[in-house]
Structures are given as C-alpha cells and as structure tokens.
C-alpha cells in the first residue's frame, strides 16, 4: 500500500511538473533563501537564460543581478505569514540581455513546502498596445475638434 502513496505522489510531481513547464507565464520556484530552486521553460526564453545560469543561485545574482528589482524585493517581502500579500506589482526594468520589459509580478508563499511561487508575465506587448490606443484617441480627438471648427 506504501507503494501505491509514492506512485501516487511520484505522479503528483510529474503532472505538477507538466502543468508548470507548459504554462506561457513564466514561473520561478524559490525557497525561503529566495534561492531559485527551479524555472519553467517560458522564464528561460524571457530572461535568455539556461537552467545552469539560474537554478541552485539566489535571486538577486542570476542575469548579474538584473532581477534584483526593489519593486519585487517588496513583494516578497510582504507575501509572509500574517501579512496580506499583495495581489501583483507591474515592474518596467531594461534587461541588458533582452532589453526593456513591463512585467506584472506575483508571488505565493507555499508554506508546507517553505517555497514561493513567482510567477512573470511579461506584458510588454499589451503595455505598448495601450500607449498606441492612447495616442491615436488624442489624434483622432484633435482631429475631430479641427474639423467641427471649421
């Protein structure tokens, strides 16, 4: 029967393992040294990173020390016991290796394991789009108070 709970949870951490490699977020699992103890597949192709540049190595080190954000400094800060966490904190930062990122970031601490879940996504794109919705309204408004006044 023991057997059967480590087939089981052996099962577990392959399904978990899965589900986490094939999401578009990028994820970091770091343990309570914010030491990153592993990345997905999609925080590999967004830092331009190999998994032995990353995992086994505290946070604020990988990419020369291009994580080290103070913005997610806070936020792992305040996601403890009996704190509140915040739900996210949107970061702009200029990577030297992939250049200037918007990401909105959001962390979990898992206490059974004394891990935190980070997860990135990178909302550079949609963060563009907005700014290009903005301006073409102001345009298109300017334009349409030139015309009426004429």
Do not use: Y
């Not at 399904?15 to 094939?22: C, E, F, M, P, R």
């Not at 990419?63 to 996601?79: I, S, V, Y």
């Not at 918007?102 to 789009?129: M, S």
């Amino acid at each position: 029967m023991a057997d059967d709970a480590c087939l089981k949870a052996d099962e577990a951490r392959v399904l978990v393992s899965a589900i986490v490699d094939s999401s578009r977020d990028a994820i970091l699992v770091l343990d309570r040294e914010l030491r990153v103890h592993s990345a997905n597949k999609a925080f590999l192709d967004l830092s331009r990173l190999g998994r032995a540049e990353i995992e086994g190595r505290l946070l604020r080190e990988i990419d020369d020390g291009a994580w080290d954000l103070p913005e997610l400094r806070r936020l792992l800060e305040n996601d403890r016991p009996g704190k509140r966490a915040p739900q996210g904190v949107e970061v702009s930062h200029d990577f030297e290796r992939v250049g200037h990122r918007r990401l909105f970031l959001n962390a979990r601490r898992i206490d059974p394991l004394e891990l935190i879940l980070l997860i990135v996504d990178d909302i550079t794109a949609r963060a563009e789009a907005r700014v290009q919705r903005r301006l073409l309204l102001a345009e298109l408004k300017h334009r349409i108070k030139n015309t009426l006044a004429l």
